[in-house]
């Protein structure tokens, strides 16, 4: 069992930084894909950006350029820095994880969220 714990969420102001944590707790050894999804209101859930075990990353395309994934295995952490916010950039951020299982199929793993508000 993994557990996501999040941190770094806030209120900033547009053009501002922000970097957020997840650190995985349990058998974090289960662990192949990490990354960060986001939610608005009434919308769904929205890849933001991942990073493999490899270190290949993969990010949205409204925030390419603006937002850096990395990962520490030592530490069992994900980070997600971001610069450049603007209010489209708000919501709750949730770190998510994947473990492979047999058969091609994944098993997916949610932290609690963490809320950024970009204040125009």
């Known amino acids: 069992q993994v557990q996501l714990v999040e941190s770094g969420g806030g209120l900033v102001q547009a053009g501002g930084s922000l970097r957020l944590s997840c650190a995985a707790v349990?058998?974090?050894?289960?662990?192949?894909?990490i990354g960060w999804y986001r939610q608005v209101p009434g919308n769904q859930r929205e890849l933001v950006a991942t990073?493999?075990?490899?270190?290949?990353?993969n990010y949205a395309d409204s925030v390419k350029g603006r937002f850096t994934i990395s990962r520490d295995d030592a530490k069992n952490m994900v980070y997600l820095q971001m610069n450049s916010l603007n209010a489209e950039d708000t919501a709750v951020y949730y770190c998510?994880?994947?473990?492979?299982?047999?058969?091609?199929?994944?098993?997916?793993?949610w932290g609690q969220g963490t809320q950024v508000t970009v204040s125009s």
């Open positions: 990073i493999g075990k490899g270190g290949i990353t």
């Open positions: 998510n994880a994947k473990s492979p299982l047999p058969y091609g199929r994944t098993l997916d793993y």
């Open positions: 349990g058998s974090a050894f289960r662990i192949d894909a």
